[in-house]
Nanobody, 125 residues
Framework: VQLQASGGGLVQAGGSLRLSCSAS????????LGWFRQAPGKEREFVAL????????YYADSVLGRFTISRPYAKDTVYLQMDSLEPEDTSVYYC???????????????????WGQGTQVTVSS
């Protein structure tokens, strides 16, 4: 699976951005697509995920109620709508995909097999 992330940019606090992650290749093997972010000097952290079949979603507490992950019409593009952005959201955002998983939702970077390049999101105060 190849992933291409886009949509980052510079926005003022309180503003919105929509990130896109386009998947290609063996997408039928995808079970989950997740978004992660990494700020300078910090570890990569989970943001949100969507189950490829069924569309169930799950969010980190820090973004719950502000960010929305979606996969309209079950196409091979996943969006991360980010509203009410805060300076603390400034990071490089990555999308990632993986196949079947066990009982635990895959929220760790090491849970994912395929990664896209990052897209920078900068929120000014």
């Amino acid at each position: 699976v190849q992933l291409q992330a886009s949509g980052g940019g510079l926005v003022q606090a309180g503003g919105s951005l929509r990130l896109s992650c386009s998947a290609s290749g063996r997408t039928f093997s995808t079970y989950v697509l997740g978004w992660f972010r990494q700020a300078p000097g910090k570890e990569r952290e989970f943001v949100a995920l969507i189950k490829w079949r069924g569309g169930d979603t799950y969010y980190a507490d820090s973004v719950l109620g502000r960010f929305t992950i979606s996969r309209p019409y079950a196409k091979d593009t996943v969006y991360l709508q980010m509203d009410s952005l805060e300076p603390e959201d400034t990071s490089v955002y990555y999308c990632a995909a993986r196949g079947p998983y066990g009982l635990r939702l895959p929220t760790r970077p090491t849970d994912y097999e395929h990664w896209g390049q990052g897209t920078q999101v900068t929120v000014s105060s």
